[in-house]
């Protein structure tokens, strides 16, 4: 939730939290799912305390990844999302210089 901070931080961390929200919806997608309805379910799911549910593309269904022994290393992820992070600064840093010429 952004409740409590103060002006473009609530709008920095609404957009960035958005962004994040298109990787299950760009896999449910590609695994042949609706992803509307898998996104509205995880989110439900998560919204409960169930914060180990996940996409089952086997089943297409949402289930508990770890019951399944699903885990991803958090050095994989943490790294991504800097090289993401990294990647829209740098774009935004170079759109301020484009649009100062």
Known sequence: TTRGLPGQKQFCVKAFA????VIPYTLAENAG???INIVTE????????NHNMGINV??????DLAE??????LLVSSSALALASETVRLILKIDDLVGAI
């Open 33 to 35: 799912l609706n992803p």
């Open 18 to 21: 958005d962004a994040l929200e």
């Open 68 to 73: 399944e022994n699903v885990f991803q290393p």
């Open 42 to 49: 995880l989110r439900r799911q998560h919204a409960l305390g």
């Open 58 to 63: 086997k089943t297409g269904q949402i289930s």
